[in-house]
């Protein structure tokens, strides 16, 4: 309970400043409607759904049509990892040639665009790209981008928007389930910090990334209780994405 009240503590913070602390849900993989997407989906707040737009079925689209707060972006093409045996996973680093890549994502977009909700925002899998890459991205239609950890300036290129995620509430090195409230709790509210005190864009709304495929039971009763938290304003992602 102790990061709880250390949370709810940091919020009163910035409301006693008049201000309101700006998140956003960010949630990868999504390619098909499941019970946990349902479980999402039900969540009262806006989201983003992160699409793998080569799996993603027509089940899934439909079912977004019913929805209102919830977009949908651009996750990579197919979700491959193409690094080498000794580097980390990436479908967008230096082991897919750039124009292959470009192609790629040309053709994500165009298979997107037509969704409920689209917005023309890359976020690559594993969070990682290569910068020649991002570079070239509204030559293929993608205005912005989102990855993980604080942006280092508010375009990661000309033309190229860019929002990250900052907590992620999976062991993904460990026991592949919920990382546990200290960890959790504790990087929301050190980044909420960091930009009440001007260490980081205040400009940046704190993301919440999570993968519904994969959460067990601590996750999502984690990140239900999130969403009930006073005090955190819920950004829509149309209007994280509109700078």
């Not at 897919?96 to 037509?114: D, F």
């Not at 990382?179 to 910090?193: I, K």
């Not at 005090?231 to 994405?241: A, N, Q, Y």
């Amino acid at each position: 309970m102790a990061e709880w009240h250390a949370l709810a503590a940091e919020i009163a913070l910035w409301r006693k400043d008049g201000l309101h602390p700006l998140v956003w849900l960010r949630d990868d993989d999504a390619i098909d409607v499941t019970p946990s997407l349902e479980r999402l989906l039900a969540l009262p707040v806006p989201k983003a759904l992160a699409v793998i737009p080569r799996d993603a079925r027509p089940e899934l689209k439909h079912r977004l049509e019913r929805e209102q707060d919830t977009a949908v972006l651009i996750h990579g093409w197919s979700h491959e990892n193409h690094a080498g045996p000794k580097q980390k996973k990436a479908e967008l680093g230096d082991g897919l040639p750039l124009e292959v890549a470009l192609g790629e994502l040309s053709t994500a977009r165009r298979r997107l665009e037509g969704w409920s909700g689209f917005l023309p925002v890359l976020v690559p899998p594993w969070n990682r790209i290569r910068e020649e890459l991002v570079r070239e991205l509204p030559g293929t239609g993608i205005r912005a981008l989102s990855t993980y950890r604080e942006r280092p300036a508010h375009h990661a290129a000309p033309g190229v928007l860019q929002v990250n995620t900052h907590v992620d509430p999976i062991d993904w090195h460990g026991t592949r389930g919920f990382v546990g409230d200290a960890m959790t709790l504790g990087a929301l509210r050190e980044h909420l910090q960091r930009k009440r005190l001007g260490l980081a864009d205040p400009l940046e709304p704190t993301g919440i990334l999570t993968h519904h495929l994969v959460m067990d039971a601590p996750s999502w009763d984690f990140l239900e209780r999130l969403t009930r938290m006073p005090g955190l304003h819920w950004c829509r992602p149309h209007d994280v994405f509109a700078a």
